[in-house]
């Protein structure tokens, strides 16, 4: 063999090697223990600073205007998605750290009112996409479900927190708005756009209800009951068991199960019926989780369903079939379920991919968005305010 | 005309394809450039990643550009990088092994 030949063989030979004996070790060097993350008591370093962070836009029009209008450009509901994520994480920071619930409630209120005054005075489509104009609403007066479930659980959450007396009639009206439309509705189905429904928006709806009977002493549980005998009957995709993303007033499926929306969707189950919750967990950590070389990530469709990349799932990296917006939800559902070697992996895959960026303590990453780190912030601290409502303790 | 300094030092004078000390050339170049970058602040950009915009002034085309610009040495540096660090390693040690051993 010629030298120059015998170079280049030997030097590819050495980079295959190199790269055999790296791969492998390259996750050791994102990976913490799930206790950086999530804590079982008090707050993570990382959710800790993915809060300090928040606090900072609260406290800084300027920068909170700028992050809010980038997102805006894509999707107006994360906004309203990242005010929603972040006052139940702030709810959930309070009763971890009582210290600091001052502080936490102040932003929690500061939040509400500001999404309510926005609701009022621009109207509900300011935090919708736009083709939510495109249709009439089937049920008029028109409402979306996704915004008065999320506020309702908004309001729920900072009294489960500590009463505000402004709160309660605020969050029984919009309970009691929901459940009219839930007994009006034939087959119990609500929309959130104009014929389109979201299993997500139910099921946060009615931990909403479930919250607020906690707390006023009402008693919805047979309508959550009925509710969900209707998603196991009629909204669960026969092949992969999981309960599909959403669907038309008379429950014919737009989409099939997401992971956009199922990591979600089995945290609030979570409240309402443990063991069809527990039961979709499984079902999405087998068609949709999967762990490569120590890195942690999740789909957006299972194997049995063909989707397209849409503003939810985010784009979708090749090869591995990657979503960011599946992968970002996953963490909802190992925090809830405990699956520690599943979250500490996703972790790992988010301090490799995410971009991290550190300031004074202050976390972000810039792989996401706003949102995102309020959904990220929210894996870190949920469990305390669902233990509380499950314990029926009301202060 | 006298040669620059750093054109005399072995560090920058053409290896060879694929030896020991071009692999360490490629991963200096490599480390170099996603320093600049790094220190650019183009990270911010990688946003675009789940579908938001880096920068309203900058638009939707620059910011996604910047972005890929990132993403690519971000990768080449925490992946190739060590691995052609490794490689040169590797062949440094066969190279002393062979010329010790008798032919």
Known sequence: MKPRMKRIVTGLAALMIAAVIWLPCLHLFFSRPVSDFRQDQGLSPKARQLAARHLQLWTDPALREEELNKMRVSNAEWDFMGRSFLVWSLANMSLREPASKPLYLRTMDQIIDETLRLEKQEGMYFFLMPYAKDRHYMAQPAHSLFLDGEIALMLASRRMVEEKPEYKPLLTDRVNAIVGRFQKSPRMLLESYPDECWMFDHCVALDAIKMADCLDGGDHSALIRDWIAVARQKLVDPKSGMLISSFETDGTPLAGPEGSSIWMVAHSLELLDEDFARDQYQRARKELGAITLGFGYAHEWPDSWKGEANIDSGPIIPVFDISAGSSGMAFIGAGTFGDDKFLASLAATLDFAGFPSRTVGRLKYCASNQVGDAALLYAATLGPLWAKVKTGARQ | ?103
């Open chain 2, 1 to 103: 005309m006298k040669e620059p300094f750093w054109k005399k030092s072995a560090i920058f004078q053409r290896a060879e394809f694929l030896s020991a000390r071009d692999m360490l050339q490629r991963a200096a170049a490599i480390s170099v450039m996603f320093l600049l970058a790094h220190l650019a602040g183009l990270r911010e950009f990688t946003s675009v990643l789940n579908g938001t915009i880096g920068s309203l002034a900058l638009g939707w085309n620059l910011s996604a550009f910047l972005a890929v610009i990132y993403i690519v040495f971000y990768l080449a540096f925490v992946i190739l990088v060590p691995v052609l660090i490794l490689a040169a390693t590797l062949l440094a040690v066969w190279q002393r092994f062979r010329r010790k051993s008798p032919p």
